[in-house]
């Protein structure tokens, strides 16, 4: 059974950089229908996608954020990461790491426990 | 504000149907496939519906989904305790060229 975990500082400064690992396991992130991405919940709000990563190396994010984050596939040890710079007090969220379904990213089949990530001095 | 609109809450009875609505424009729902998740705060989301009315194995048939034009809808009949949660709608928008969720739905079964 697929599974994906979230790994990270839990607490970030503002203006530093937000770095978390999704270790996949029980499937691999090599697979050719699948691409893996990241999407986080602020305190009291919705889900916001951040950027979506094919094993090959395509991505997606999306605008509203693409100027700061960098997601990054390692197949060798079946995991994906993001970078989030220059961050904000309204970076603060739990953040999901997730398993998108079709090149269009269709929908989230498998989503990882989610890591709360505070951002404050 | 959510591209994707979805009314706060809704409530029903035990044993009683409920339907959650989900509006979004031409470039995203009027284009592409629905998906439904339900999510307990502090656990991972869960995928209930996809490509509009497809449900994953293991989730009962209680839950249905369809789609109309702009608006898409998730339907849970014969509604149980165990079913309070937040619903999330989510599709791929053309234009944004983003996934994007509806603001999410909390149900409540009295």
């Given amino acids: 059974q697929l599974q994906l975990q979230e790994s990270g500082p839990g607490l970030v400064k503002p203006s530093e950089t937000l770095s978390l690992i999704c270790t996949v396991s029980g499937g691999s992130i090599s697979s050719t229908t699948y691409y893996w991405g990241w999407i986080r919940q602020p305190p009291g709000k919705g889900l916001e996608w951040i950027g979506s990563i094919y094993y090959s190396g395509s991505i997606y994010y999306n605008p509203s954020l693409k100027s700061r984050a960098t997601t990054s596939v390692d197949t060798s040890k079946n995991l994906f990461s993001l970078k989030l710079r220059s961050v904000t007090a309204a970076d603060t969220a739990v953040y999901y790491c997730a398993r998108h379904v079709g090149v269009t990213l269709q929908y989230v089949d498998n989503w990882g426990q989610g890591t709360l990530v505070s951002v404050s001095s | 504000q959510s591209v994707l609109t979805q009314p706060p809450s809704v409530s029903a009875a035990p044993g009683q149907k409920v339907t959650i609505s989900c509006s979004g424009s031409s470039s995203n729902i009027g284009t592409n496939y629905v998906a439904w998740y339900h999510h307990l705060p502090g656990t991972a989301p869960k995928l209930l519906i996809y490509d509009n009315n497809k449900r ?47 603001g999410g739905t909390k149900l409540t079964v009295l």
């Fill in chain 2, 56 to 102: 994953p194995s293991g989730i009962p048939d209680r839950f249905s989904g369809s789609k109309s034009g702009t608006s898409a809808t998730l339907g849970i009949t014969g509604l149980q305790t165990g079913d309070e949660a937040d619903y999330y709608c989510g599709t791929w928008d053309n234009s944004l060229n983003t996934v994007v969720f509806g």
